[in-house]
């Protein structure tokens, strides 16, 4: 099995990173190849809006990071993706790279009506955010990154396997609980 990460956060050491890395580890350990990318540290110019990638299958942008990682994404089997929460959402560099790709995640019928192109592979969400629990929740905070990715991963044919939400992220450092979802959330694709 092939797995890529795909790390949300810009934040080299954060928690975020923690968790994928022991998602990583676990799934190393059962011989998965793993491989990750950090989306902070990408080159990825901004969609334009222009919609010519709908009936081309390309980006008319020159070339940049966001073509690789759709190579990476078509080359894996499964996909994890991590993302702290910003505005009850995913971070703006996450969103732009998933707008770049678009074309090549999900195409279009004749009739406008979307064709998922990785039906049949696996993904999982990992969030959190500085808000604490249960409040992340009920203000849709780490709820509102699931919901995003949900519908990019949905539309692109992806299931959604599990996900784990973790609130309070500023004043709490991780857990062994924590740690423990993470190699447990690892096991959904062993």
Known sequence: MKTLIINGSPRHNG???RMLEEISSELDKSGHEVKTIE???LNVEPCKGCM???????????PDDAQS???MIDWCDSLIIGSPCYW???PGQL????DRIVYGMMGESPRNIPIPLHKGKKAAIVATCTTQWPWNRL????????RSLNEILKWSGFKVVASIQRGDTKR???????LRKARRLAHKFI
């Open 15 to 17: 928690k975020i990173k």
């Open 88 to 90: 009850g959402n995913i």
């Open 39 to 41: 989306v902070s540290k």
């Open 69 to 71: 990682v759709l190579l």
């Open 172 to 178: 709490c450092p991780l857990t062994d609980k924590d």
């Open 95 to 98: 969103k732009s790279l998933f």
């Open 139 to 146: 203000f849709h905070q780490s709820s509102g990154v699931v």
């Open 52 to 62: 010519a990638c709908r009936s081309t299958n390309y980006c008319v942008l020159p």
